[in-house]
């Protein structure tokens, strides 16, 4: 059954379109796109954790154009993979989701520029998000404060490289915000450990640290010698360690030849 589940994960990222797209730009990109702009909106509120439902994604002219009479298709394969992503984290959509491929000249070909919204709302319902999004804010910022009450006192530069003996290398940049791990290929890192789960941990900028989630996963997340607890993120610090299961990071601050390198 999970193998079935996860082959059906895999065909709606990567799509049946990728054949059919004569463009550096695929649907995989847009997925990966549009989930790190649900993770990036959301919200704890009164009913859980909560998420946006309008998604934008900008795209070049030219991919546009070569994307032609499938738009809507991919658009539509695009929200039923954030309708199986929220699912499976366990995130909950203010409304109908909506997805929309938006033509921008501002937009580098062969990449994708995301972002959400909350659309919809009545009053009370747009009140109850206001004071969701200060106090999920607060969280964060205790969050911080917590594992910086835990980590070592050595400034933690903003930008950090992670990566492994097989080749694994990926830079930490805060514009980024939220960066997922795991064992599926939707995830911005992606391990092949079948110990890793398939959404294993989450590396999210607060403020001044990348801060280290385990997202429930089976076999567990280590930053050096400490196992993470729910709720109770910790710092990553130059020169430490992350282990996913038994998948072990290096973290060492970047270097000019990282920059750009992904």
């Known amino acids: 059954m999970l193998a079935r589940f996860e082959r059906l994960m895999e065909q709606a990222v990567e799509g049946s379109l990728r054949r059919v797209f004569p463009t550096s730009l695929q649907p995989i990109q847009l997925d990966k796109a549009a989930a790190r702009a649900m993770e990036q909106a959301q919200v704890v509120g009164r009913r859980g954790r909560e998420v946006a439902n309008v998604y934008d994604l900008r795209i070049a002219p030219g991919d546009m154009t070569r994307f032609g009479e499938y738009r809507k298709t991919l658009a539509d394969e695009v929200r039923g993979y954030l309708l199986e992503y929220a699912q499976a984290r366990g995130l909950r959509p203010v409304g109908e989701l909506s997805v929309q491929l938006i033509e921008d000249p501002a937009v580098r070909g062969g990449s994708v520029r995301a972002s959400a919204r909350f659309v919809g709302l009545s009053a009370s319902e747009r009140q109850d998000l206001e004071v969701a999004v200060e106090g999920t804010r607060r969280l964060r910022l205790a969050e911080l404060a917590a594992a910086e009450r835990a980590r070592s006192s ?87 360690r992350l282990r996913l299961g038994d ?14 390198r992904r």
């Open 247 to 260: 998948h072990e990071l290096e973290v060492r601050a970047v270097r000019a030849s990282d920059r750009g």
């Open 154 to 240: 050595a400034p933690v530069p903003s930008e950090l490289v992670v990566s492994d003996s097989a080749g694994v290398r990926f830079a930490l940049e805060p514009a980024q915000e939220v960066v997922r791990i795991g064992r599926g290929v939707d995830n911005d890192i992606v391990l092949a450990s079948t110990h890793v789960s398939r959404y294993h941990a989450q590396l999210r900028w607060v403020e001044s640290s990348w801060l280290v989630y385990d997202l429930d996963s089976t076999n567990g997340t280590w930053v050096d010698d400490g196992k993470l607890q729910a709720g109770q993120p910790r710092a990553l610090r130059a020169g430490g």
